[in-house]
């Protein structure tokens, strides 16, 4: 399968430790934020968004936290496993028509 | 609930050979996406459509590049001549709307040679 990111920034940790993995956004007006996950040799699949007007929302061992001052996001994947392991990406879309514009992306690798 | 369904999966062609590649959206989603994604990268979008009209093409490179979607359904992408800087993973996605969570297929592998 094809091999994504492999110059990308990686994050390394053990089974069933948690995951924190950052991104600094640049648009101050986007408001609408997507975490996509991204295994070899497939399109990126949603995990969670949120919207401008949040600054935390939970999924099923996943959170997403924004910081719209330092305009930063920021994935929390509790209890970490192998199944985790991939590339994480995320996406921004300003207000109005455009479309998401997507970050450059980070490789967690689990250590069983 | 069928996903987003792209084909092929893989092509490789010469350089300057054209290419065409195909996306079904998710039923009655209205709104799709082209994007491309080089090795190493995010994806970066390439053309937005609502319905059958072009929302979005401003990083369609247009001497080369050519999108349609003339139903409102499926899409059609084509490169024309290919050149080998276009060797990338081309990924469509849909959503329901704009401005919501986009759905994606497993995209187009191109290889130009």
């Known amino acids: 399968g094809e091999s994504v990111g492999l110059h990308l920034p990686t994050l390394s940790v053990q089974e069933g430790d948690n995951s924190i993995i950052n991104c600094a956004y640049s648009n101050s007006a986007s408001d609408y934020f997507i975490w996509y996950k991204q295994e070899s040799g497939k399109g990126p699949q949603f995990i969670i968004d949120?919207?401008?007007?949040?600054d935390k929302r939970q999924g099923q061992r996943v959170t997403v936290l924004l910081n719209k001052t330092v305009k930063h996001l920021s994935l929390q994947i509790a209890a970490t496993q192998p199944g985790d392991s991939a590339v994480y990406f995320c996406?921004?879309?300003?207000?109005?028509?455009?479309?998401?514009?997507f970050g450059k992306g980070t490789r967690l690798s689990v250590i069983a | 609930e069928a996903g987003v369904a792209q084909s092929p999966r893989y092509k490789i062609i010469e350089k300057r050979q054209s290419v065409a590649f195909w996306c079904n959206p998710i039923s009655g989603h209205a709104t799709l996406y082209w994007y491309q994604q080089i090795l190493g990268q995010g994806p970066k979008l390439l053309i937005q459509f609502q319905n059958n009209g072009v929302v979005d093409d401003s990083q369609l490179p247009k001497d080369r590049f050519s999108a349609e979607r003339l139903k409102g359904v499926d899409s059609t992408l084509k490169i024309q001549p290919a050149k080998l800087e276009d060797s990338a993973v081309y990924l469509c996605?849909?959503?329901?709307?704009?401005?919501?969570?986009?759905?994606f297929g497993q995209g187009t592998r191109l290889t130009v040679v």
């Open positions: 996406a921004e879309t300003p207000s109005g028509n455009t479309p998401l514009v």
């Open positions: 949120i919207r401008s007007n949040m």
């Open positions: 996605a849909s959503s329901n709307t704009r401005n919501t969570e986009a759905f």
